[in-house]
């Protein structure tokens, strides 16, 4: 690899350009000192102008360029600059790129003073310029500003690897083949013979090597691509995510002049028309899409908090797959995606609008620049090659498509789409899908929504066709959690649809155009925190590797229309479950395989909290308490509507036991108001395999309590700093969340570490977080959270320094 040197810390910035700011010699005293990845201004976290990020600003470094040899040039990378960069060295315009959501590399060689510093000046115009893909129209989504991604010298051989591409063929056959691209820079333009050196590497042991004579021809970029067998591999997939590095070494006669790692995995993924393969083995897509913004920051995160995100579709939601929406992520996210085995859609920058040429040829690039970035992730299973919901322009999307395959002919592409009966370019028919309202079906039919018999993936589902706030009513937040559930039915009983992907992992903020008017658009399964809301459980309880239970009720009346309690859902990979009210057993309950038959774990559905109570403290008779019993449930489900069968029966009983209207109202107090009564105590007791897992206990808050737990109580300083998001919960005595809550929290920092964000908070619906970041030193540090109702927490750290 290049000789790489991070320089992430102490930049100079001001949020503002002036022409002098470019010169070496200008004063920089006043601009402020900060670390990338950087924001170029915080931001509230909702009622906010999205104009107040877009504004000219400038970054300034000095940053020491070390002696050269006679073939030796420097480089630096921006791994992503919100929106328009211009780059300067010693006052010399070097380069510009415009689009914040991919790399771009400049050579700062021929306007360097080698060995001494020089001074580096980044303009980063962060407007929304209409010529710059997403931008021209609306756009359901904040773009922020900044350098938000990280930046890299590289000292490199005149003629290097600029990138590399491994791609893997024929994997479950016997004989496996890499597919190796390699794009030769030649910065002199000269013709020359090389000898390149291969090395697979498996768990540290080298398990092939190979290497290659070639020729370069003197033009500036060469590719270079060869096809090798190998043998005895190991496959990478969602339980075994088996990763291999290539090695490479670039020889000029004995020399080597440069080397190259490449971290891959062997797997075959493939979308047919009856479904979707990995490995030659069918498996259900069940995704969420993910937005790349923070509260307050935007997109301006380091590793520890991409890979948390990562880390939270896998294992807190138990999803298989992430679509990027709507633009390729940041290296990090897709390095974790690989390691823990999460699939990814991969998709340029873009949302409904198309521009024009100038707009289109950047576009263009970004699929290029996207392919190119991502091309060796085995997560990564199709491009994404047209720009979200945007109309039809056959000319435009046969190029990107050409372009696609042409880079990389192993992968699919698609193109997602919210429009019926669309010619298909790409190889497989990506569909936004809301037709769900609650009521009707799932999913539309695949024949309904095209004709052709390509694979068939539904990219998007539910979000804006019902927003829920974490602190919404209970039947709210339960409705949304129902829908997603509707739609993963749907989309698992339908063997021609491969998956399904909902819209989408958390909250996020917007422009004006969308959202509920605060900047915020609910549409996730948690909000911008990460915290979950119901129906993140609908998707966590699909997976098996963890036993789960989440009861989707407080078990209080009064959150109901008329005091009706609602039937009890429970999202859960249980068996089986069992009831208790206080202590005594109610009943045993099962998945409701009836309603949801196609999920692998249906919820269970609790809709009798009486069990036998009546039959064993009433003066009825066994069959009479039944009857009785059934009554009380319609009422308190439905109010006194009673059918002329349960008038007639209530009657009887009226007569036969002698018994009077405040008596019977007696009867449904006692056994489902409460009124007046002793707290009631509900167990819920989880089975698999006829074996207890897992408990959950209801009853009314006495003393509540606040929680605050941290990711990581250690942050690692590396190529740039760390953070830790620390995640407060207001719960009751047996650790349920309490919802309906809004206190107010002052924090407090101390050592070498500063809060993200506000120092004042609240909670919102009885839950916030929020991220501390190191500051460039180590030691040991804490974050003191005060309440004046619950008094202090705190929670300690440590920086390190890593080399």
Not at 242 to 267: M, P
Not at 463 to 475: C, I, L, V
Not at 660 to 676: C, E, V
């Amino acid at each position: 690899m290049p000789n790489k040197e991070d320089i992430n810390f102490d930049w100079r910035y001001s949020a503002d350009f002036k022409e002098e700011y470019i010169s070496p010699s200008f004063d920089d005293t006043n601009f402020a000192n900060v670390n990338i990845p950087h924001t170029n201004i915080e931001t509230p976290y909702n009622n906010f102008d999205e104009k107040m990020y877009q504004f000219v600003s400038t970054y300034k470094k000095k940053i020491l360029i070390k002696k050269l040899s006679a073939d030796e040039r420097i480089y630096i990378k921006f791994d992503a600059i919100m929106t328009y960069a211009k780059v300067y060295l010693n006052g010399q315009f070097i380069g510009d790129h415009k689009g914040g959501y991919t790399p771009f590399r400049l050579d700062l060689t021929d306007f360097a003073i080698i060995d001494s510093l020089n001074d580096l000046t980044v303009v980063v115009d962060s407007h929304e310029k209409e010529e710059i893909p997403p931008f021209g129209f609306v756009v359901d989504y904040l773009s922020y500003g900044g350098i938000y991604r990280e930046v890299s010298l590289e000292y490199c051989h005149q003629i290097h690897i600029g990138t590399a591409g491994v791609k893997t063929k024929n994997v479950l056959s016997e004989k496996p083949e890499l597919e190796i691209d390699l794009y030769i820079q030649n910065q002199n333009q000269r013709k020359a013979d090389l000898k390149v050196e291969f090395a697979l590497i498996f768990e540290e042991d080298v398990s092939n090597s190979f290497s290659k004579s070639i020729r370069l021809t003197g033009d500036r970029t060469e590719k270079i691509s060869l096809n090798k067998t190998v043998e005895n591999i190991h496959l990478w997939d969602l339980e075994h995510p088996n990763l291999y590095f290539l090695e490479i070494s670039l020889f000029h006669g004995d020399r080597c002049i440069d080397s190259y790692s490449v971290r891959f995995g062997f797997r075959e993924a493939l979308f047919t028309k009856k479904g979707f393969l990995l490995n030659g083995k069918k498996l259900k897509i069940l995704g969420l899409n993910r937005h790349q913004s923070f509260p307050y920051v935007g997109y301006a995160m380091p590793k520890s908090a991409q890979y948390k995100d990562a880390e939270i579709l896998k294992y807190e939601l138990g999803v298989n797959t992430v679509r990027l929406s709507h633009y390729p992520q940041s290296d990090h996210f897709m390095n974790r995606c690989d390691e823990i085995g999460l699939l990814v859609l991969d998709e340029i920058p873009g949302w409904q609008h198309i521009g024009d040429e100038s707009w289109q040829r950047i576009a263009l690039q970004n699929v290029q620049e996207m392919i190119l970035k991502d091309m060796n992730h085995p997560s990564v299973i199709i491009w994404g090659i047209r720009i979200n919901e945007s109309s039809e322009n056959p000319e435009f999307y046969q190029k990107t498509n050409f372009l696609a395959h042409s880079l990389d002919q192993t992968r699919q592409t698609g193109g997602v789409r919210n429009i019926k009966k669309s010619p298909l370019l790409e190889d497989v028919y990506t569909y936004n899908d809301f037709f769900h309202n609650g009521t009707n079906q799932g999913l539309e039919r695949k024949r309904a929504v095209t004709q052709n018999r390509n694979p068939y993936l539904i990219t998007e589902h539910n979000g804006h066709m019902f927003p829920t706030k974490k602190f919404d009513d209970e039947s709210h937040r339960i409705e949304q959690a129902k829908r997603h559930l509707k739609v993963i039915n749907a989309m698992k009983k339908d063997d021609f649809i491969a998956g399904a992907i909902g819209w989408c992992m958390f909250d996020y903020n917007t422009h004006k155009e969308f959202g509920s008017g605060d900047k915020i658009c609910y549409h996730g399964v948690m909000d911008m925190f990460r915290i979950p809301k119901d129906a993140a459980y609908v998707y966590l309880s699909q997976q098996k590797r963890t036993p789960m239970m989440h009861v989707a009720s407080s078990l209080n009346i009064g959150e109901y229309k008329g005091s009706m309690l609602e039937d009890i859902y429970i999202f859960t990979n249980c068996d089986f479950i069992k009831v208790y009210k206080n202590g005594s057993y109610i009943n045993s309950f099962y998945p409701q395989r009836d309603t949801y038959a196609s999920v692998d774990h249906p919820p269970i559905i609790v809709d009798d909290l009486i069990g036998d109570a009546i039959e064993k403290n009433e003066r009825f008779s066994p069959g009479d308490a039944r009857i009785i019993k059934k009554i009380l449930i319609h009422i308190s489900k439905n109010g006194v509507k009673l059918n002329v069968l349960q008038i007639l029966q209530m009657g009887w009983i009226f007569l036969k036991y002698k018994m009077n209207q405040h008596q019977a109202q007696d009867l449904y107090t006692k056994y489902f108001g409460g009124w007046g009564a002793a707290s009631v105590d509900y167990l819920f007791e989880g089975f698999i395999n006829d074996s207890p897992v897992i408990k959950v206990h209801k009853s009314q808050v006495f003393t509540p309590h606040l929680e605050a737990l941290a990711d990581s109580k250690v942050l690692k300083e590396g190529a740039t700093y760390d953070v830790s998001r620390v995640v407060l919960h207001l719960l009751d005595e047996n650790n349920n969340p309490i919802v309906y809550a809004h206190d107010t929290l002052i924090l407090t920092a101390e050592g070498p570490i500063e809060i993200i964000g506000p120092t004042r908070l609240s909670l919102i619906g009885g839950s916030v977080a929020f991220w501390i970041k190191s500051i460039g030193k180590s030691g040991t540090a804490s974050v003191k959270i005060e309440s004046h109702r619950f008094g202090q927490i705190e929670k300690t750290f440590k920086v390190l320094k890593e080399d």
